[in-house]
Structure formats: structure tokens, C-alpha cells
């Protein structure tokens, strides 16, 4: 699965899910645009760095939606969504647990950086981890070349990402 995360405009992305196995996905705009990286890219680099092949971008490959995405190529019946709603229910069964590694990775990967989170990020202060710094390191290493890319691409431009594990049926 391919994930192309778009810089649609000064302020927006999209992100744009390519699949084999099902119709492709958008989400545009998507939200948490940032300047250095998107929202949604981190929790990609955090969900493969971890090893979730259940969170938002793993049930994304197993035909679901995250409940955000629409069909590019299909029309939105009421039975695409009953069965996107079956592949919901059934996977991203560690979404909660990606939320909670991007809360930790976040903010310390902001810092280290020399930024403070936006005043609308809901967690000023890092919550404590149990993250190693190797780990950490890890993670950190790979949104630095993300974010190098995401930055010097223009509007219309993209920073593509394949999905580490194969799409599931």
C-alpha cells in the first residue's frame, strides 16, 4: 500500500491511500497540518518504528477507512459502507495505542528540534514514557528525513511512503 501525503495548499495536505487489494482512499483536507511534518505522517513513522500493524494505517490495508477516508474510485454506496464498517469494526484494533506513542514521540521530537507544540495540541507537556532513547533515536532519525522531505515540497507536490507490511483481505 502506498501513502502519498499531498501539500494541497499553504496551510493543508491531503493524504491519499493506494491499495491493491481494495479501492483507493482520500482524506482532504486532512487535519493537523504542520509545516515541519504532517499529523498523519507521524503516526505512520510511529505505527511501523513499533511495529502496530493494526492502528489506523494497518486496518487502512485491511480494507477499512479509520473512519476518515472516502473511495476515490468507487461510489459511496450503502454497501461500500457496510462493509468498510464490518473491516472497522473487525481491525485497528491498536489505534488507541498509536495515539498514545505519538502523544510521547511528539512533542520530545518537537524539542529536539527547538519547537514548543501549537497551543492546540492537547498535550503541552509530554506524558512520562516508557520509550527507551534508543527507541526514541529510532523514531526521531526517521521523522527527520520525513520532515526534510514534507518541507521542500511545493504545493502539488507529495512525500510518498510505502506501507511496511502487505495489505490484508
Known amino acids: 500500500m502506498q501513502v502519498r501525503f499531498e501539500r494541497t495548499g499553504p496551510h493543508r495536505y491531503a493524504v491519499a491511500i493506494l491499495r491493491d487489494q481494495h479501492g483507493d482512499l482520500r482524506m482532504d483536507p486532512a487535519p493537523g497540518y504542520s509545516d515541519l511534518i504532517p499529523h498523519d505522517l507521524v503516526h505512520l513513522v510511529v505505527e511501523e518504528e513499533f511495529g502496530l500493524r493494526d492502528g489506523i494505517f494497518g486496518q487502512l490495508a485491511a480494507g477499512g477507512n ?12 450503502k454497501g461500500w459502507a457496510r462493509q468498510v464498517e464490518r473491516r472497522n469494526r473487525s481491525t ?8 498514545e506513542l505519538v502523544a510521547q514521540v511528539y512533542p520530545r521530537w518537537l524539542r529536539r528540534r527547538g519547537h514548543l507544540p501549537s497551543s492546540h495540541y492537547v498535550l503541552q507537556d509530554p506524558p512520562p514514557t516508557e520509550i527507551s532513547d534508543r527507541e526514541l533515536e529510532q523514531v526521531f532519525v526517521r521523522l527527520d528525513d520525513l520532515c526534510d522531505a514534507w518541507r521542500t515540497a511545493d504545493v502539488g507536490a ?10 490484508r483481505g
Open 66 to 77: 479509520a473512519g476518515t477516508f472516502v473511495p476515490t474510485e468507487e461510489l459511496r454506496t
Open 158 to 167: 507529495a512525500v510518498v511512503v510505502e506501507w511496511r507490511w502487505p495489505e
Open 92 to 99: 485497528g484494533t491498536e489505534m488507541g495505542r498509536s495515539e
